[in-house]
Structure formats: structure tokens, C-alpha cells
């Protein structure tokens, strides 16, 4: 099957994507009690949380996790269980996980020459993007593109594009 790339993509953004695109691994055989789920991707903003949100929205266990990184590639490994405390073999279950998290997601604009990226995690909670919007536009900036995603009350990587006109 053929990818279809973005127009706005050239051969190198092309060529990077297809190197840095997560690769899920599903071992049932390397741990005795549990399935262990290994993404292996570069470094990129909101894959933990990411694979966490899939893990739990599918109604799994994680018994364990950890995390190795080199600086610029990580390795995030979760041992899973189904809710009966029993390894994953539901084949439509790893399926699942392995084309959630091995794909890459594309972003539907850039931040071009001349605006700033800001970057917001932490707890959720009523108002704060409002809050956010209104410091912004106090210190005369204007946003040219914002996305935010929640799950379960945090908030992960919200990223704005920003003009000043300060």
C-alpha cells in the first residue's frame, strides 16, 4: 500500500518520517505474566503519553513501565495485562496497538520563519486554556495556530504558534 504524503512535505521531511516512524513490538514470550508492548521511536513530543492513552482507552492493565533514551531515540516498554491479569491474544487487540502507535501522525500546518512555538503540559483543569489565551493577547501576541489535547485531566503537549507584535 502506498503512503500518501501531505503536498506540502519535500523528499528529505519524506525521508525523515519514514526513519523516525514508531515500531511497535508485541512479546507475548519474554515475560511470564504479562504481554510486553516495546515502541521504539525518536525523540517526539506526547508519544508516552500517546501510548499510555491507547493502552488505558483499551481497558489494559500496566503493570510495569520504563523508559530508556538515548537523547535523540527512545525505547518505551509497558507490560500489559487484560483485566483478568492474563497476557494479551486477542489478535484484533495487537493489531490495534501495533497500527496505533506505529504511525505518524501529520501535523496539518507548520510554525513558518518568524513565530515562535510554545509548548504547555501539566494538569487539566476548567478555564486554563482561557487563562493561556489571555496572557498571550495582554503581552500583544497573536496566535496564529494552537492544539490542544486532554486525556484523562492532564493535558499533553499543547503547541501554539505565536506571532508577537510587541
Known amino acids: 500500500m502506498q503512503m500518501e504524503w501531505p503536498t506540502y512535505l519535500d523528499e528529505y521531511e519524506k525521508l525523515v518520517i519514514r526513519m523516525t516512524t514508531p515500531r511497535v513490538m508485541i512479546d507475548n514470550a519474554g515475560c511470564v505474566n504479562a ?97 493561556v489565551f489571555a496572557v498571550l493577547a495582554d503581552l500583544q501576541c497573536n496566535v496564529v495556530e494552537s492544539k490542544v489535547w486532554t486525556h484523562n485531566g492532564r493535558i499533553a503537549p499543547i503547541g501554539f504558534c505565536v506571532l508577537s507584535l510587541l
Not at 515502541?39 to 501510548?51: T, V
Not at 483485566?83 to 494479551?88: C, E, P, R, V
Not at 489478535?91 to 518568524?114: A, M, P, R, W
Request: glycine residues 8%; hydrophobic residues 40%.
Open 35 to 131: 504481554t510486553r508492548v516495546m515502541i521504539d521511536s525518536a525523540r517526539k513530543h506526547g508519544i508516552l503519553l500517546e501510548a499510555v492513552q491507547v493502552l488505558t482507552d483499551l481497558n489494559l492493565s500496566i503493570k510495569k513501565a520504563y523508559i530508556s533514551c538515548d537523547g535523540r531515540w527512545f525505547m518505551d516498554v509497558f507490560h500489559v495485562t487484560d483485566l483478568n491479569g492474563n497476557k494479551l491474544t486477542d489478535e484484533s487487540v495487537i493489531n490495534y496497538i501495533e497500527q496505533s502507535l506505529g504511525t505518524f501522525h501529520f501535523e496539518s500546518s507548520k510554525c513558518f520563519d518568524g513565530l515562535t512555538a510554545l509548548e504547555l503540559t501539566g494538569t487539566d483543569r476548567p478555564g486554563l486554556l482561557s487563562e
